[in-house]
Every structure is written in C-alpha cells, then in structure tokens.
C-alpha cells in the first residue's frame, strides 16, 4: 500500500470515529492493517486524531482553526519538550468569508480585514 493509500485510508477511518479522546481515537485506528508500527503515517495521524477529538467535543466547525491550533501548540510542545527550533510566525486567518460557522471575533485567528 502507497503512502497516499494509508493516508486516505487512515482519514476515511478517522472519519468515523465519534470519541473525544484523541489518545482513544489513534489507538483505535493503529490498528488497522493500513498502518505501520513505524511508519511515516504516524505524521498524520496523531495530529488528525486531535482535530477529530476536537471536532466531537463540539462547537463550531471549522477546519482551518483546528488545524492553526494543532500547528501552534505543536511548535511551543515540541521546542519545550525537545529543544528542537521550529517557528511559526504570527498570522490571521484568510478564510474567515468562506465559512458560515466562523467564530469570528471569539477565534484566535480571525482577520477583521476580511
């Protein structure tokens, strides 16, 4: 199985759980054949098995913030954690007047120029 194959088999797996628990969630599809004790699928699991939690837990929906989330607590995590020296500069969302569900001024993100 390709690399593209697990990925889209890992997302359509991960698009039916309906936990919170995204320790539960990964677990749940590690399992599967489709992915390896090591392998690089891990890169995408782990952080979609947090942004499916997320999205269970309720709220607005909106992929963009749940990725900008992950992406930005990912950097502060792993620099304490590992002393690694990844960046993310500061930035606004673009996408905010594509989305009915935008939280706008209650996101983190929100560019009021659009």
Same mark, same amino acid.
């Given at each position: 199985m390709t690399d593209n194959n697990k990925i889209s088999a890992i997302r359509d797996a991960l698009?039916?759980?309906? !936990?919170?628990?995204? @320790?539960e969630i990964a677990m749940n599809v590690? $399992? &599967?054949?489709?992915? &390896?004790?090591?392998g690089p699928e891990h890169?995408?699991?782990d952080g979609a098995a947090f942004i499916v939690a997320y999205r269970n837990a309720g !709220? @607005?929906?909106?992929? $963009?913030?749940? @990725?900008?989330? @992950?992406?930005?607590k990912g950097v502060k995590f792993v620099n304490k954690k590992y002393g690694v020296?990844?960046?993310?500069?500061?930035?606004?969302?673009?996408? &905010?007047d594509k989305n009915a569900q935008c939280l706008k001024e209650?996101?983190?993100f929100f560019?009021?120029?659009n």
């Open positions: 698009l039916k759980e309906n !936990g919170n628990d995204p @320790a590690m $399992k &599967s054949d489709f992915v &390896s004790i090591h890169h995408f699991l !709220g @607005a929906r909106c992929c $963009k913030r749940h @990725a900008f989330l @992950a992406l930005t020296h990844m960046t993310i500069k500061p930035f606004r969302c673009t996408f &905010s209650k996101c983190p560019n009021k120029k």
